[in-house]
């Protein structure tokens, strides 16, 4: 699923970025294959757990970046991170109260969630900084 055109940003120098789009993609392939797998509930909250946590820290890197080079389109992209992050939080929210079962198709969908993001915003965003990264003084 996951490809190097699908997890880059731009045609940039931004790697840590790319790196950590990697990493988030290989949790929710993880957290995909714990529950094919039939792991225990414990296991499968541990990913949800790391997935959430390394999110979060993506987002703060990803919005540190764009307010030190003055990123227009700031706003919109903050609220698709606010948006994934509560989307996440009510999964596990519901997962935990055994309200919601965590299926491959859910997993899924936050993938697809997730990949559209880092093509269209991410990949905009990365255009941008390079752009400005190129630009003298």
């Known amino acids: 699923m996951e490809t190097e055109s699908t ?8 790697q840590s970025i790319d790196s950590e789009h990697r ?3 290989g949790l929710l392939t993880a957290l995909r294959q714990s529950i094919n797998g039939g792991d225990p509930g414990e296991k499968v909250h541990e990913i949800l757990d790391q997935l959430i946590s390394y999110t979060e820290l993506h987002f703060m890197s990803e919005q540190l970046l764009m307010r030190l080079y003055s990123y227009p389109e700031y706003d919109d992209h903050v609220r698709d991170h606010e948006l994934m992050t509560e989307q ?3 999964i596990k929210e519901n997962y935990e109260a055994g309200e919601q079962s965590l299926s491959v198709d859910v997993v899924d969908t936050m993938t697809e969630f997730l990949l559209g993001h880092i093509k269209g915003r991410d990949h905009a965003l990365g255009k941008y900084l390079s752009e400005e990264i190129q630009q003298p003084g």
């Open 7 to 14: 997890t880059s940003t731009a045609p940039s120098a931004f």
């Open 23 to 25: 990493i988030q993609v």
């Open 88 to 90: 996440v939080g009510q």
